[in-house]
C-alpha cells in the first residue's frame, strides 16, 4: 500500500486538527447554545455548584438533593460544576462541548490512526458526526460517551499486546470515564473490546492475551450494580421496523436543523457504501483475504445488527435503536482500505475538508438562527424575581429540534429559580433531583396540553407562570387571571406573576 510521505503525513495531521479547532467556532457565535437539554444540564450543574451557597441561593437546598451514587451522566455535570469555580455557567458549558467536539475528531483520528495508519486521511468523514442529532437534543454525557468509545477502541487496539501495571491503569481509567459519560457507549466498548480480544488472539501469545481478562473484570461491578438495582424500567414503544431501517440508512440521526442535512446524510450514506465495496473489492484480488483489522468490520456489523435486534431502551431511557446509529458507520472508519494512489488521496482529503467547511459554515448559521430565538424566548422573563419558582408552558415549539424546551434553566441559573419543568431532577439517575419530602406542582400533561394545566390547585407553589405563544382565546388565559397579574413580553411570551394576598 502507498502511504502518504513524511510531508504529506505532517500536513495532513495539521489540516484534520485546524478543522477540529473550527469547528468549536458554532458554539462561541451565540450567547445561550440552542440544544433541548443543554440549558437544563448547565442548571443543574450550576445547583451543584452552588449548593451550599445559601445566603444567595436560598432555594436550592431546600428543593434539591445531589444524588452521590456512581450513576452514569456524572461527567458533563461534574465538569461543568467544577469549571463554574473559575468561568461563568454559559461559558462552563461552551468549555464542556468544545472539549467534546475535540474529543470526538481527535478520537476518530486516533482510532483510524491506531488500526491503518496508511488510510488515516479517512478520518475526515468523521466531521460530519459531532454536531449529531442527540447532541442537538442536548445529550451532552451520551455524545461524550461516544468521543470517549473512540478512544478506548483505539487504545486497547495500539496496546493489545500490553499486559503490564500501566495498560491495566490506563485502559481501566478511560473504561471507567465512559461509564460515568453513558451506559450505552460503555457496554459497546467493552463489548467490543471482547470481540477484538477474541478475534486477535494467536498461540504465540495466548499467556499475555489471558491476562486481559482479570485486568478488565473490575469493570463489571458499576454496570452490574446498576442495572440490577435500577435498569429494568419500562420504557417507550419500539418506532415500527420500516421507520427505524430509512432512518438508519439515511443517517438521519444527523438531521437536526434542516431537510437539507437529510439529504446531505443519504449521500454521507451511499459514500460509506462505496468505500465498503471497494474495499472489499481491493482485498479480494489479494491474499490472504482476511487480516486484523477485519475485525472492526465484524464490529461494524454486530452493531448494525443491534440497531434492529435491541429492545427499545435500557436502564431507564429510551430511543435506545436510535442512539445505536451512528456506531455502525464510526466502526468502518479504521476498517476501510480503498488503496487510493497518492494523487487520489489528496483529491478526497481536498474534497472532505471542503465538504466539512461547508458543514461548518452550515452549522454557524443555525447556531446564529436557533441561538437568537432562544434569546428572544428568555428576554420576556426579565421582570421574573430572584429566588422565585417559576413554570414555563409552550403553545408553539420550533423544529426540527426544540430548542426552546428546556431553556428557562437559563434564566433559572442568572436569578436563581426553581424550575418546575426540571426534568432531571425527576429522574432517579441524574447527579440532582427533587427531595423526596417535596410536595410539587401537578402539571402532568404540561408538554403536549399546556393549556390543560390546572391553575388554583399550583397557585401555592408556582409565584410565576411564562406562557408562550398562548392563543388569545385560551382557557388557561382566564384562568391565570384570576390569581396572577398580566405582563405581556416581546416576541409572544407573557409572564404571569402571582398576586400577594391581601
Not at 234 to 246: M, Q
Amino acid at each position: 500500500m502507498t502511504r502518504f510521505s513524511l510531508m504529506d503525513e505532517v500536513w495532513l495531521r495539521r489540516l484534520f486538527f485546524a478543522l477540529a479547532l473550527l469547528y468549536i467556532l458554532p458554539f462561541w457565535t451565540v450567547r445561550y447554545l440552542p440544544t433541548t437539554d443543554g440549558a437544563c444540564h448547565t442548571y443543574n450543574a450550576w445547583i451543584m455548584r452552588q449548593y451550599g451557597n445559601t445566603e444567595q441561593y436560598p432555594l436550592f437546598q431546600q428543593y434539591y438533593e445531589i444524588n452521590w451514587r456512581p450513576y452514569p451522566n456524572w461527567i458533563g455535570h461534574a465538569t461543568m460544576a467544577l469549571l463554574m469555580f473559575v468561568v461563568p455557567p454559559l461559558v462552563a458549558e461552551k468549555l464542556l462541548v468544545s472539549g467534546y467536539v475535540l474529543l470526538f475528531l481527535g478520537g476518530a483520528w486516533y482510532l483510524a490512526g491506531s488500526v491503518r495508519p496508511g488510510e488515516r486521511w479517512l478520518a475526515f468523514l468523521a466531521f460530519a458526526f459531532p454536531y449529531h442529532q442527540f447532541f442537538q437534543l442536548g445529550f451532552y454525557n451520551f455524545s461524550i460517551s461516544i468521543a470517549l468509545f473512540l478512544v478506548v477502541l483505539g487504545y486497547w487496539w495500539r496496546n493489545r499486546e500490553s499486559s503490564g501495571a500501566a495498560f491495566a491503569v490506563k485502559i481501566n481509567l478511560l473504561l471507567g470515564l465512559c461509564y460515568f459519560a453513558h451506559i450505552v457507549s460503555f457496554t459497546l466498548a467493552l463489548g467490543a473490546i471482547g470481540v477484538l480480544w477474541l478475534t486477535t488472539l494467536r498461540r504465540e501469545s495466548w499467556r499475555r492475551h489471558l491476562l486481559h481478562i482479570p485486568i478488565l473484570i473490575p469493570q463489571l461491578v458499576l454496570p452490574f450494580w446498576f442495572v440490577m438495582g435500577e435498569g429494568s424500567r419500562a420504557v417507550p414503544p419500539a418506532w415500527p421496523f420500516r421507520r427505524l431501517l430509512k432512518y438508519f440508512l439515511d443517517l438521519r440521526i444527523l438531521m437536526s436543523f434542516s431537510d437539507l442535512q437529510r439529504r446531505a446524510g443519504a449521500v454521507l450514506a451511499v459514500f460509506f457504501l462505496l468505500l465498503l465495496l471497494l474495499t472489499l473489492w481491493r482485498k479480494s484480488r489479494r491474499r490472504p483475504f482476511f487480516d486484523r483489522a477485519d475485525a472492526f468490520l465484524l464490529l461494524a456489523v454486530l452493531s448494525a445488527v443491534l440497531v434492529f435486534a435491541s429492545p427499545t431502551g435500557m436502564a431507564g431511557g429510551g430511543l435506545l435503536k436510535q442512539r445505536l446509529c451512528p456506531y455502525p458507520f464510526l466502526l468502518l472508519l479504521p476498517w476501510f482500505s480503498p488503496g487510493l494512489g497518492p494523487m487520489a488521496r489528496k483529491t478526497g482529503v481536498a474534497a472532505l475538508a471542503a465538504a466539512a467547511l461547508l458543514n461548518l459554515g452550515f452549522l454557524t448559521y443555525w447556531y446564529r438562527v436557533r441561538g437568537a430565538e432562544v434569546e428572544r424566548f428568555l428576554s420576556g422573563l426579565e421582570a421574573v424575581q430572584p429566588n422565585t419558582r417559576v413554570l414555563a408552558l409552550l403553545f408553539r415549539r420550533p423544529g426540527p429540534t426544540d430548542v426552546l424546551s428546556h431553556a428557562m434553566g437559563y434564566q433559572a441559573i442568572e436569578k436563581g429559580l426553581i424550575d418546575w419543568d426540571n426534568y432531571e431532577a425527576k429522574l432517579w439517575y441524574f447527579p440532582t433531583r427533587f427531595r423526596g419530602s417535596l410536595v410539587v406542582p401537578y402539571i402532568a400533561g404540561s408538554v403536549k396540553t399546556p393549556g390543560a394545566v390546572r391553575v388554583k390547585v399550583n397557585e401555592e407553589l408556582i409565584d410565576a407562570f411564562y406562557t408562550w405563544h398562548m392563543p388569545p382565546r385560551a382557557p388557561l388565559r382566564r384562568r391565570l387571571k384570576r390569581s396572577y397579574e398580566h405582563l405581556p413580553t416581546p416576541y409572544g411570551g407573557e409572564l404571569w406573576l402571582r398576586r400577594a394576598a391581601p
